[in-house]
């Protein structure tokens, strides 16, 4: 009886997986009606961690995920603003030993939505393409706010999901500076989650509540 709820576990159990959010140049001024759609595809091969939650060894997973992007820039109050909006989908197989035995389970579908909005405070006025050709950047402070809403797969009766199930927000303030031909750009951000109404649990799912995490990031750049 215990064999086989170990093996319902991993089969049926729940870990929330997500891209790296890097974005070297997010505040990059461009001219006002600046469209854009960009297609990526990323591949990830590495070991789950489950901090001991539940009986899982040399768990796996390898999993690519495919992701499409648009872009839109405009004025904001005399500004250069900018949306992006991202949906991405993920397919993957994970591993893992479950009391000395090897077991394996398939995943594919959407992750989370999410969206940015962005705007220069300072050294970044709204342009057109005339006024963007003649102008060359110094020093750009801005300033944005993402969200990220559960729309991707998730099941509070399985570990590995796509999705969180809950809502993220992403205040975030940067800096960008030219030298010669190089750029370079930080960030400091804090993410805040809503709380998960339903996060694995054995023998009923539980809210699930995540405490806020701070995040830096650099970017140096040769134009």
Do not use: C
């Not at 891209?19 to 789950?48: C, E, F, I, M």
């Not at 901090?51 to 995920?65: E, F």
């Not at 509070?156 to 969180?164: A, D, F, M, R």
């Not at 990031?217 to 134009?223: A, D, F, I, T």
Request: proline fraction near 6%; aromatic fraction near 16%; charge should be positive.
């Amino acid at each position: 009886m215990r064999r086989d709820w170990l093996v319902l576990t991993f089969v049926t159990v729940t870990l929330n997986l997500s891209a790296q959010d890097l974005a070297p140049r997010a505040y990059v001024v461009t001219p006002k009606s600046s469209n854009a759609v960009t297609l990526t595809w990323s591949y990830y091969n590495g070991g789950l961690n489950f901090n001991g939650a539940v009986p899982i060894k040399d768990a796996r997973g390898i999993y690519n995920v495919e992701a499409a992007s648009v872009y839109h820039s405009f004025s904001f109050f005399g500004r250069s603003a900018n949306v992006l909006a991202t949906l991405p989908y993920a397919v993957g197989n994970f591993t893992g030993e479950v009391n000395s035995q090897q077991h394996s389970v398939y995943r594919s579908g959407l992750l989370d939505f999410n969206a940015r909005f962005s705007v220069n405070l300072y050294g970044g006025h709204a342009m057109d393409v005339k006024q963007f050709l003649k102008w060359k950047q110094k020093m750009l402070l801005g300033a944005s706010l993402r969200v990220l809403a559960p729309t991707g797969q998730y099941d509070p009766t399985k570990l590995i999901n796509w999705g969180i199930n809950r809502w993220a927000f992403k205040p975030e303030f940067g800096y960008s500076k030219r030298w010669g031909n190089w750029i370079m750009d930080g960030y400091a951000g804090v993410w805040f989650y809503t709380t998960n109404p339903a996060y694995f649990n054995i023998p009923v799912p539980q809210p699930q509540t995540e405490s806020p995490i701070g995040s830096l990031e650099g970017h140096p750049s040769k134009l």
